[in-house]
């Protein structure tokens, strides 16, 4: 079975400073990886996902992650936060030939100015 | 309306009454999901409809009933519910797994439940 790792329950950030989310996941063969964001009341929206070839991977507002296979992990990177980047993030990991994601706890970020 | 809506946003009941979630998706998708979402837990997979099929049941109390009458259109139905049962419930929508394919999945806003 697969599982998500996230280990930072909340990260706080300068305005303007770089960011990185951490996320490890367990799966025995080639997982699909994504990143979404939740702002408070709302639904979860797709930030990136990995499912095979360039290991780094673009999403949407600025945000890249790469996948490591050898660690394990798929982390999520801005160069630059901004105030709006407040908000939850769940990574998760889903099967080959399998509708079932399996989700982190997420990890709570918060913008200071 | 586009993506996934979801109906009503919130919704208060007591532990006798039945009540209904509903989940609509406009992205031509023919798999749907309900998720439960409570306070310092994972996102908890209920239910999975792949092409109008239950395949997926996680082992979920029988107070939660879910229907998928059409691909368009998710139920959840709800009746004797307890106060643990509070909760955000989310339900999203994909492409069905063909040839080992997958897809990400869609999320609707949610439906914020609170049992008395």
């Known amino acids: 079975a697969q599982s998500v790792t996230q280990p930072d329950i909340h990260i706080t950030v300068s305005e303007g400073a770089s960011l990185e989310l951490r996320c490890n996941y367990s799966y025995g063969a080639t997982p699909y990886l994504f990143w979404y964001v939740q702002s408070p009341g709302q639904g979860l929206q797709l930030l990136l996902k990995y499912f095979s070839g360039d290991t780094l991977v673009q999403g949407i507002k600025g945000f890249e992650a790469e996948f490591k296979r050898s660690q394990s992990s798929f982390n999520l990177r801005k160069p630059s936060v901004h105030w709006s980047d407040a908000a939850e993030y769940f990574c998760a990991v889903g099967a080959q030939g399998n509708e079932k994601l399996t989700f982190g706890t997420g990890t709570r970020l918060t913008i200071i100015p | 309306e586009t993506g996934v809506t979801q109906t009503p946003r919130h919704l208060v009941m007591g532990m006798t009454n039945k009540k209904s979630l509903k989940c609509e998706q406009h992205l031509g998708h023919n798999a749907m999901y309900w998720y439960k979402q409570s306070a310092k837990k994972p996102l908890e997979l209920m239910f999975v409809y792949s092409l109008e099929e239950r395949v997926e049941n996680n082992s979920v109390p029988s107070r ?26 989310l339900c999203a929508s994909s492409r069905a797994v063909y040839s080992g394919v997958s897809s990400e999945q869609f999320f609707g806003p949610g439906t914020r439940l609170t049992v008395l």
């Open chain 2, 64 to 89: 939660f009933s879910p229907e998928c009458p059409n691909s368009s259109h998710l139920f959840l139905h709800l009746h004797t519910l307890q106060p643990e049962d509070s909760a955000l419930y």
